[in-house]
């Protein structure tokens, strides 16, 4: 299947999710273990790699991380005004 991003990044938020956890004073560690929690199943190696780029997030991800670091889903797609 032929990718439709266009570009070396695989994900848009990688960068916005580091920032909130960061914020909350969490490791990356912390944050899988947290989202195993919501039976979200995503190891420190995967955090990491969505952190940097290189990894594409999925949507029940997405959703669970804005749970865990209690910030908005507009805040990681960057629209906060």
């Known amino acids: 299947m032929k990718r439709i991003i266009d570009n070396e990044k695989s994900n848009i938020i990688g960068w916005r999710i580091k920032k909130a956890r ?3 004073g969490m490791s990356q560690q912390e944050l ?6 919501m039976a979200v199943y ?14 594409a997030v999925t949507d029940i991800e997405i ?3 804005s749970k865990v670091l ?3 889903l507009d805040e990681l797609f960057g629209r906060q005004k």
Do not use: M, P, W
Request: glycine share 6%; proline share 0%; with cysteine.
């Open 22 to 24: 960061l914020a909350a």
């Open 32 to 37: 899988s273990n947290k989202l195993e929690l």
């Open 42 to 55: 995503t190891c420190r190696g995967s955090i990491s790699r969505i952190e940097i780029g290189d990894r």
């Open 63 to 65: 959703d669970a991380i």
């Open 70 to 72: 209690n910030v908005s």
